[in-house]
């Protein structure tokens, strides 16, 4: 069987094992205090073109989320997210749980945009920020989305405005960030995450680590106890040594992001075979989550050989799947799925 | 210089990176829902001699805490611990920002005894269970604690005594369990602490590990939906089997204990050397923490050639300090420090 | 000026205020302790035929809202209540601010119904219960609605019949609940909510009294530490008598329905009067609450002698506001609104 | 029987009752916008010299502790307290159910000092701020103190310098604050508290009022969204104006002070009678509360005509008990206890 049902099921790139073999005879500091977090996060400053920003280290996508919102909301301060956003719909109340709000919005592919999120601002302020609401106090969105689709330039531009005019934080959680800077209809860079939002992750887990992900808070008079709070839900790994080690190598020589190239062009070439057979995608998506409509005859034959995510139920002989690649995705799977697909 | 100041200064034991590696072109399906986790769980079972216990693997110990602590405890209990607990002294507050109280209890040792728990929980019933009280509802308690010392099988059947009397869980933090039962002293077992306790866990981080700590319930009901806290918070990792793989390799064949004995026996080492030297313990323990009490000038020579831990300031020309061996540490090292004390 | 803005817009029943005077030379036992509040319960204990009933008595309705949820649910429950619910649009995120989400249902004029409620349980039984979704543990509703529409009896025991086929609890907003009982469409008892829901309330506040809402649990083995939820969020009032004897007051020769019925009786004169005049309902309701559709001439010339509520722009020239009577309203208020409507 | 058990067995001063009576027909805006609230609320802010003071009003005590706290620390911040103060003792963990930390100092005769607090501060800036511990951020101080003691202009100050080097919001709890101000013993005034600290509030529920608390913020940019905070809680009462005016009628014409002038006079006669009989303080108080130590026959004697609090039983014999006079108390009930007392 051929895993494409998601971008987590391989270990590492070989490149960081290697590393952690090599580095097992040495000691470090705990805690996050070693050099390599130093080198990965002085590497990440270099990359979003932010020297002073705030780098921190966190084990999983679902820490960094509730963790940030946590530490940069008050207790009457609600986050705006796509009714499908990941801390909406998939980490069991995370953010309710720390006592905030999600004031969710009807999604389009995945995105909210930033005429949405104005109306939801100005409503409020318009009301005379009654003491009975929360305030909208953040915005988060995804970089892929739940989608795998993108937020252009323009958008994500749009958006940041949106935010400065009403003092909203603006969150991207970028737990796919390589596939999307990776896809070939991407124009964002990280130096435009740095400039045009305030706090935004590098995802690892999914995109060539371990585990892991980098959170950056170009700003770091944002939160200067940011630590107590990562310490406060235990997102400070004893070994953080391994995670600065990780993204070092992961970031050094561009490896990321010419990972993500790849599993981004192999769900290209998956897309192609799939269009070329008339199957439908669900929603359009550049990167390496491919959303796609499958009759019934035609999900049974692909499962033989292939495991992929059931995700819905649309109406009758049509089920929304998603096929994912990976970093870890080999060409001749990609061909493997290619002919089945022309099989079919 | 030589690291002894705690016992997460290295990566893993060797036989975990190496099954690491041997596994990464492989794939798994994700969040613990593994053969390895399976296999890890299973050895545990056998371990504590409870074939249908819960086991659930977190990646680091101050999440194990709280999420084991949420889970278990509606909002008017109370936890008590020790005030010297990893808890209460050393986790920014984690069990209260879940919203708990911690009733803490002086230590002895580190320690605390059924006689303290006991008077606390009476003291609640006799006083009519009044409501402005929260009520007593589990005890926490370290093996070994933060000072090193351990909690005899005597000392552990009264307070599981009391805790079955005044219906209060009895939940043991193991983050070094393992340097616990490879102590000449102990006489404790896993399935006496199965036995006793209603949840345990044993540490990963400090014992072998690169991360994680195994979380068991002997009584699966207790908490039937145990994995929805951990998601909540961010404990259940993506890439689940690195957990389980990890420890399937230190408990099988006995590595996990082995490991731990050869670090207190190093300790015992240290030990003898200093009592040789007429240097005292600031409290007395048999397993891979040692504190002790060194004048400003012993301190300054053993500084130059190791990294050890500097606790606190106990009157003129008296320093307490923490040596600590570890599952990584070597005879060479050992016999330098030794040395090095004989020579003060 | 006339106030038809809301229903706790003045003191309380004349007969409550005598007997504060009446008693004010008395000595009482503190914290709900006393026979006022044994009277009241009792009464409220005969009044829903549950002989064993829990009645607790709240200074408010925010606070019996959500402490009921938060002593009701686990950290990983979550509420279904319709998107305008009390909880969901009015109360500054209180129920998150205790760490549950709430699942909003788009409401049919202020109300939900079984079959959305089922679809929602439903799904989350047939995900198999997956960790990162919260569990729908309870379903909120009110009676009446912020709209001031009725569930009818055979509506409820719908929605019952789902609560207890998927194990949710039914908890009923009762703030309104006396305008509910009063009403001429109305044909729901209060044995009826004993006996269909887990836990509900009669509102004070709204319905004769100065402040407070007594909740009743039909079992009382539902929440044995009820009142240390109270007291942890600050709502057992000190001098709790007051509320046992402003309750026994209105309850006693039914005078809590008595003063709605009328209150109830006032609006529907207020609704003929404005459907001769061809003003239309934005929801049709036959309680206390009327929500109509005015122009902005119409609203200018009511707004003369008339304080109401405005509550949202409904297109070009289309005004919804809400005119309440109340317990408190007199006979000549209501024809001075009734003349003025005839005048528009 | 007579009760001394405690301050709030009565329910208001006639002129309250009298004013409820008086204005019952009248109607008001709801939630504190009312004109008894701002007539209040500038009777505070001339009595405090603070002309701009945020001044809220809360129906109980609890409510105005944890609102305040939790509105005006971070989650990662603590508060310092005594380990007899009521929020660390006698109110189901509230604080910690808003997430925070009790960092809770030995009392000594109910207070804690500067050089406590100072020494508790500093170190925690001289480890270095360190992430696993959380930061002192509130000091929480009563006045009067659970066991009737005062702080003196010097303390108070000494407190407030402390407070201010170390970056920390001092907090007064004044639930008893009349008592305090009435005492012969006390140096304080209102303006002293309003100066010296950054909220305190004036108990009404214990001095005269059927219940309420009215907060005072010096400098109101301190919690811009204050009323939000006391909203998510459930403490804006729908109808506010009740509580203003009581207050109103407390204050104007110094009628609260007054009433416990009378309240602590009274407490000193009882106490002249004690001593007289050789019976001894438990601490000594020269305000409305005296903790007096009893034998058993003694304790037997007065039992039979009077209500007191039992306290603890402080060895063989000898009996802790609380008499309380307060704003309700009569000569008569005074002259019984004391005759009573000389009979012993």
Wanted: net charge negative.
């Amino acid at each position: 069987m051929i895993r494409f049902n998601n971008d987590y099921n391989h270990g590492a790139h070989p490149e960081i094992l290697k590393r952690l073999v090599e580095t097992n005879g040495e000691n470090f500091s705990g805690y996050g205090t070693d050099p390599w977090c130093e080198r990965a996060a002085n590497k990440i400053r270099e990359l979003t073109a932010c020297p002073d920003a705030a780098v921190w280290f966190f084990p999983g996508a679902t820490q960094a989320n509730f963790v940030t919102i946590h530490a940069l909301l008050g207790p009457c301060d609600s986050v705006i997210a796509a009714d499908t956003g990941h801390i909406n719909a998939h980490e069991c109340a995370s953010i309710e749980n720390t006592g905030h709000k999600i004031q969710s919005l009807p999604n389009t592919d995945g995105k909210i945009h930033a005429e949405q999120i104005e109306a939801l601002a100005r409503a409020y302020y318009e009301a005379g920020e009654p003491e009975y609401l929360t305030r909208p106090s953040m915005v988060y969105i995804s970089f892929t989305t739940e989608f795998g689709t993108l937020y252009s330039k323009t958008e994500l531009s749009a958006i940041s405005e949106v935010c400065r005019k009403y003092h909203m934080l603006l969150f991207v959680d970028g737990a796919r960030m390589a596939y999307g800077l990776g896809s070939e209809k991407n124009d964002l860079s990280l130096e435009d995450f740095a400039r045009l939002t305030d706090v935004f992750y590098l995802g690892g887990t999914k995109c060539g680590a371990l585990f892991g992900e980098a959170l950056v808070i170009p700003d770091p008079k944002l939160s200067p106890r940011f630590k107590s709070y990562m310490k406060q839900s235990g997102a400070v790994l004893a070994k953080g040594w391994t995670l600065g080690l990780q993204f070092a190598t992961l970031l050094e020589n561009n490896l990321y992001v010419e990972l993500a190239r790849k599993a981004d062009a192999y769900a290209m070439e998956i897309k192609e075979a799939l269009e070329k057979k008339g199957i439908s995608s669900y929603i359009e998506s550049f990167t390496n989550q491919q959303f796609i409509v499958l009759t019934d005859a035609q999900m049974e034959a692909l499962s033989k050989d292939f495991i992929f995510e059931y995700t819905l139920k649309d109406g009758d002989n049509r089920n929304v799947v998603r096929f994912c690649t990976a970093w870890s995705t080999k060409a001749e799977e990609v061909q493997a799925l290619v002919k089945a697909i022309e099989q079919l």
